[in-house]
């Protein structure tokens, strides 16, 4: 029992002293830290005397690491009611000292202690208790004088964290002080953080007060400090020109977003205010202001949110802002309705703010905007807000907005003339965009997805004159729709039963008949596949079996009996080789699109005829858009295969076939074979298959093939990217974390290698496939791995292909930001290399060069002050480009250039 | 910087352009030269985001300078700038004027003669801060100076945010 207590008391004097070295005070804050774990209780017992002994022993603390030890004692103490005793100031003192932090670490700091870490112990100790605020106050109105950035934003973010364990008793003497300190912060300072900093300091005290128990007698203490914000803030919202508009504006918003109680008093006094304001002003700017002010007030925080039984703190303003919003939104002003639009999404989400006339009016006016609005950020916030609104007024859109959006749809162009025909295609795209906006819930879905599937039918049937471009529009808002499905079952039952049937109608019709159909163009098939795929990834499971069963049976028995209007012919082989490019095997997109995307736990009926099929098809189809999504499609069901003698028996087929027309060099399908080898490469890859070594091997090996060298070094692009349509997460494929930087662990060596040794005609194509390994690599692996590729990185620059040099540069650019060691002996190559680029040919080229230059001028100054002079010359000459994205790169790269080793510079 | 005093504390404020947007002939390569300025298009995003040197507030939302006031022509190789000072006695005005000078000189190219003056009527001693600034030796020894300098480029710093 004793023993503690001889020890602490036999340990405080040799601290006081400061006797003890570096690594024994350590070792002494240690033993305090596990003493107040174990033997709480006995520490106790010594009464204040331990806080004094602690405050003795810390003074004059010098070494970061001690002072994280040391803070840590402290908040114990604070925080497991130790007794302070007389020693509050004491405490206080001892740590206030350290406030605010001013700390860098040493470069190369081994223990790692950062400014933050110091910053936020600190912070815990100074406000973890309100016995402290007498002092701490104070001292923090003091320091928001400073003329130092970080001090200021450490006194608001500690002042923030007072607030939540501080009462208004505490507070009160200080209200006034504050309030002014942080009233000048936000007003003057051109930081954002300061300005944040300062707005959630007021949020909190106004939260805090708000806690505050309201007294008979006395007068409300969150009034009167409202009172005080009210009066310095309100006058400047009269005056929308001028600066401070906004500054006044944020703090009113941050105290009226605190609590409930806040938002009554500040909205009840600022909102009729502003709609007067709003309705005497007359210019469209001075309007566009207010209602963006008014907009910061409308939506309720977390925190001001009312509780159950409490009414929206609006409803009394209910009627003028509604006819304030209407009014904007038909003004002529493109901002000032943005401004409204969003306005109206606010307003429109909360309950009891709107009555059902109210969101028919609001339903016609963003149905007029729709149809008439030109302007696209217009368009963008009128998608938005109809998008909210319809999730919770589905009735009022089903009934006023999709019949009129379908009837302007399916107007018939030949009745507007010629010159307004582009216009009217304008209207017909923001009409089916907004259709895909408002479809989120299943009742206005079955309204909605059957007018954009109607598109699709017209436009194979020929009539109104929907061009490739529009169906391909509408093709992207099913997609948009069908990303609902994981959220909503009877989304996924619609898509099921009717939109992917009528969709695999349409496509086998169109590439059945002899007329040429939209339909069977590749771009419109290839935006039908993410529509299919997106709804099939969320399908649950007992309608996803049932979906997989009648695909197979369509693609492998022509069994249409699940499609719409059955007239087909009675013998469809859909995964033969045709041919005519623009025959049935093009469908095999649509197969992809529907058995890749399933979960993985979905079966596949008969998947290895399937497989077998695929094969043949990706072998011997002629037609690029054809063998490729077949050699997808083979991929993606191989991808998910659970491992076992099944799987073994196709790969061992496979790479057989692929072999054999691969190595024999006259064969006439040595490019089917590389796709297929591709795309079973990517999927093994993917899954980390012990065959896929081999696989990929072959292509490293295929990279000095004189005929398919080429596609080969790009075909490493498609194996590191997500690709988007198969392969990828959202389709449920088996992808292994990190394996790209696993296969360029693996490869990088055979590159180089391969690299070094090939031919001098024959090396570009390595140098397109490094780049593209290591554009899709992670960063910090890039960074890593710099100082090994350097010299191969600086080779491909001054390689002739405009490709090679886009993409390393693009890939040199992001490691610039933050270059290793490794490039300091580099730095002349770089700079030759990257100032001879900045005059090329290539706009693409000569921008991503400027930008690396760019880039170089952010490195330490000692570095790249040498190229200054060289620089600048060197950039005189794109400032005089033909092109104004060149010139637009010269000037900041310049520019940065110029401020570089000057005074006021960096 | 809480004690000293602003001399307009809580100037008008006007809206930026936003960045200009990027159009198919700026992406197409195929296109030649689009000259400039047709005839005489105003290139005020060059020296829209310089800074005030008493506000954070650019010289464009304070409308110290706009599109109209910024002529250029590209076969002259010649470029002339009119900007407003916030309030006529605004001791800043030869400040701003040599910000927008440098700024040009630092991204034109070397042919074009660049003309920096106040708008005529908007500033006590106009005649002063003119001749000032279209003084090319005063002007390079305005930038000797490296306490002057050190403003200058502190007005064309990008922002810190």
């Known amino acids: ?359 028919e009016k609001a339903v016609d006016h963003l149905t007029r905007l729709s149809l008439e609005e030109e302007d696209s950020q217009l368009s963008l916030a009128v998608v938005e807000c109809s998008g909210s609104l319809a999730h919770l007024h589905p009735k009022a859109f089903i009934s006023r907005m999709i019949p009129r959006l379908k009837e302007e749809i399916f107007s018939d162009p030949a009745t507007v003339s010629d010159g307004l025909s582009q216009s009217n295609g304008a209207v017909r795209q923001r009409c089916v965009m907004a259709l895909a906006s408002v479809s989120s819930q299943a009742s206005v879905v079955t309204e909605s997805a059957p007018v954009l599937l109607q598109v699709v039918a017209s436009a194979h049937a020929g009539s109104c004159g929907f061009s490739v471009e529009e169906v391909i529009s509408v093709c992207i808002s099913l997609e948009k729709i069908a990303q609902h499905t994981p959220d909503t079952e009877e989304i996924g039952q619609f898509f099921h039963d009717i939109i992917i049937p009528r969709l695999f109608g349409l496509a086998l019709k169109a590439v059945l008949q002899s007329h040429s159909s939209p339909l069977t163009d590749e771009a419109v098939l290839s935006a039908i596949v993410p529509v299919i795929s997106t709804a099939c990834a969320g399908l649950k499971a007992e309608l996803a079996s049932h979906m997989a069963a009648q695909a197979v049976r369509l693609f492998l028995n022509g069994d249409v009996s699940f499609l719409p209007e059955n007239d087909f012919p009675s013998q469809i082989q859909l995964l033969q080789s045709h041919a005519e490019s623009r025959g049935p095997s093009q469908l095999v997109c649509l197969l992809m699109a529907c058995v890749c995307s399933f979960p993985r736990n979905v079966d596949i009926p008969e998947i290895d005829r399937l497989l077998v099929q695929l094969e043949e098809l990706s072998c011997t189809c002629p037609h690029v858009f054809a063998y490729t999504f077949a050699a997808k499609c083979f991929a993606g069901l191989v991808n998910k295969r659970p491992a076992g003698k099944a799987l073994d028996a196709v790969l061992e087929r496979v790479l057989k076939r692929i072999s054999v027309e691969f190595e024999n060099v006259s064969s006439t399908q040595r490019t089917q074979a590389f796709t297929l080898l591709l795309w079973v490469a990517k999927a093994l890859l993917l899954r980390y298959h012990p065959l896929s070594t081999v696989l990929t091997d072959k292509l490293f090996a295929s990279l000095s093939d004189p005929e398919l060298g080429s596609k080969v070094a790009d075909g490493f692009r498609v194996l590191m990217s997500d690709s988007p349509d198969v392969l990828n997460r959202n389709c449920h494929a088996d992808v292994r974390i990190m394996y790209r930087q696993r296969f360029f662990a693996e490869n990088s060596t055979k590159l180089v290698q391969g690299f070094n040794s090939a031919e001098q005609e024959k090396k570009s194509c390595y140098l397109k496939a490094l780049s593209h390994i290591v554009n899709n690599l992670p960063r910090q692996v890039q960074l890593a791995e710099l100082p090994a590729l350097l010299p191969l990185l600086l080779e491909a620059l001054s390689c002739p292909d405009q490709g090679v040099q886009l993409s390393t540069l693009s890939c040199l650019q992001p490691v610039l930001l933050e270059p290793p060691a490794a490039l300091n002996n580099q730095l002349e190559a770089l700079f030759t290399r990257l100032l001879a680029l900045t005059t090329s040919p290539a706009m693409n080229v000569k921008i991503a060069s400027l930008r690396c230059v760019h880039a170089l001028s952010h490195l330490p100054e000692h570095m790249v002050l040498p190229f200054r002079a060289r620089v600048l010359k060197a950039l005189a000459l794109p400032l005089d480009d033909i092109k104004r994205l060149v010139r637009k790169e010269a000037v900041s790269a310049r520019g940065e250039w110029f401020l570089l080793g000057s005074p006021g510079g960096r | 910087s809480s004690g000293t005093r602003l001399e307009n504390a809580n100037p008008l404020i006007f809206q930026r352009s936003g960045e200009r947007l990027v159009t198919a002939t700026d992406e197409d390569e195929d296109k030649t030269k689009i000259i400039w300025n047709r005839t005489l298009i105003p290139r005020v995003h060059l020296i829209r985001s310089i800074n005030d040197p008493e506000h954070p507030l650019s010289l464009e939302e304070l409308n110290v300078v706009e599109q109209m006031r910024v002529i250029v022509n590209d076969q002259e190789s010649t470029v002339s700038v009119e900007f407003t000072p916030t309030i006529p006695h605004c001791s800043m005005a030869t400040l701003i004027g040599l910000s927008i000078k440098v700024k040009l000189l630092r991204s034109l190219p070397d042919r074009f003669k660049i003309d920096v003056h106040i708008t005529p009527g908007t500033h006590a001693s106009e005649d002063a801060v003119n001749k000032q600034l279209a003084d090319k030796e005063r002007v390079a020894a305005a930038l000797e100076n490296s306490q002057l300098l050190e403003v200058v480029n502190q007005c064309l710093s990008s922002r810190v945010m």
């Open chain 1, 1 to 359: 029992m004793g023993g503690t207590i001889c020890l602490v008391i036999s340990i405080f004097p040799d601290l006081f002293l400061g006797s003890l070295m570096l690594a024994e005070r350590s070792c002494v804050y240690n033993i305090l830290i596990n003493l107040m774990e174990s033997r709480e209780q006995e520490l106790k017992g010594l009464g204040a005397d331990f806080v004094f002994g602690f405050v003795q022993s810390v003074d004059g603390e010098r070494d970061p690491r001690n002072l994280l030890l040391a803070f840590q004692v402290a908040r114990n103490i604070i925080n497991k009611g130790y007794d302070l005793g007389k020693f509050v100031e004491e405490l206080f003192e001892v740590t206030s000292c350290y406030f605010p932090i001013d700390f860098s670490p040493p470069p190369n700091d081994p223990h790692g202690i950062t400014h933050e870490e110091l910053v936020l112990c600190l912070r815990a100790v100074l406000s973890g208790t309100p016995r402290f605020s007498e002092f701490l106050l104070p001292l923090i109105i003091e320091k928001l004088d400073s003329d130092v950035q970080s001090a200021k934003v450490d006194s608001l973010q500690t002042l923030a964290a007072c607030g939540q364990t501080y009462s208004h008793k505490e507070l009160a003497e200080f209200l006034p002080g504050l309030w002014s300190s942080i009233r000048r912060e936000v007003f003057q300072t051109a930081s954002e953080r300061v300005e944040s900093a300062g707005l959630s300091a007021l949020g909190t005290i106004t939260s805090c007060l708000s806690r505050s128990v309201l007294d008979s007698d006395e007068e409300d203490a969150l009034q009167v400090f409202l009172n005080l914000v009210l009066k310095d803030c309100q006058h400047h919202l009269c005056e929308p020109d001028l600066k401070l508009v906004w500054p006044s504006a944020k703090l009113l918003q941050a105290a009226n977003g605190a609590s409930y109680r806040a938002s009554l008093i500040v909205t009840s006094a600022v909102i009729p205010a502003l709609l007067e304001q709003y309705n005497n002003r007359t210019e469209c700017a001075q309007r566009r202001t207010l209602l963006e002010v008014i907009q910061g007030f409308v939506l309720p925080t977390p925190l001001s949110r009312p509780a159950e039984g409490e009414e929206s703190v609006l409803v009394p303003f209910q009627q003028s802002l509604g006819s304030v919003v209407f009014s904007a939104l038909v003004e002529s002003s493109t901002g000032l309705q943005v401004t409204a639009t969003r306005v109206l999404a606010a307003l429109g989400q909360q309950p009891g703010l709107f009555t059902p006339p109210d969101v």
